[in-house]
């Protein structure tokens, strides 16, 4: 009896530190499905709140097993577990819980630029990129014209993002794009990556700095900027970008995903929407 008490303890023990050490963490995800992919590899959610990790919004997610998503359509109501671990993110045990009607007003999309107020429109590739006043890591102030010279790859990120595939993956991207310029022997400063931080209450100078070195950024090639939020938000929402922060939580932010390539001569290039881009996409359409 006493010999099976030990060993209980001791199981219970490994097993402590074996979820410890896969630094994988699991969620209760519960919403209606929106639409699946043809593939049955993602289903787009619009969920609740998932407690300790994002408040309600609608976004893809991605299963592994694409059995999983056997018999699961559009207006189903599905419990499943949000399994999120370092560099990803994925749902298991998805049920069908039950079965509404989707609704019929299109969600509100982030394309759509408040036509009303002039200097709000998506801008185009070939359109000058406006001025905005940033800081850097630094706390230097800079100027996004101050990068002309340089191609510019453009993105927005938060440094308290939990979702492994949104911001995290961008900071992976920027630093395997920055690791391939290296490889190619780029000169300093042909192409320079922009972090923009659209959280700037927390992401303060020193707050981007050490995010930049925890993610590898070389400040020779990799700037982190932040700034004021509302000229912060002007500028992000040319490119498409939408940014929502709750009432009660400054940090509680439900964002898109934007990343531009723009020229040396300040011109837009090109912009990508989400995630799906990849870095050897964007080293193929720097000019
Ligand atoms: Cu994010």
Redesign the pocket.
Known sequence: MRLYLVFSVLLAIVAAACVKSSDQRQYTLQGQVISVTANRQEATIKHEEITGLMPAMTMPYKVRNPKLLDGIAPGDLITARLIVVPNDAYLTDVKKVGQAPLETTRPVTTEAAPSASAGFELLKPGEAVPDARFVDQNGRTRPFSSFRGSTVVLTF??TR?P?PT??PLMDRHFAAIQQKLKDDAAPDGRVHLVSVSFDPSTDTPPVLKKHAAKVGADPKTWTFLTGDRDEIDRFAARFGLSVARALNDQGDIT?TLRTAIIGADGKLVKVYTGNEWTPEQVLADLP
């Open positions: 990120v938060y993002c979702m949104f911001c964002h």
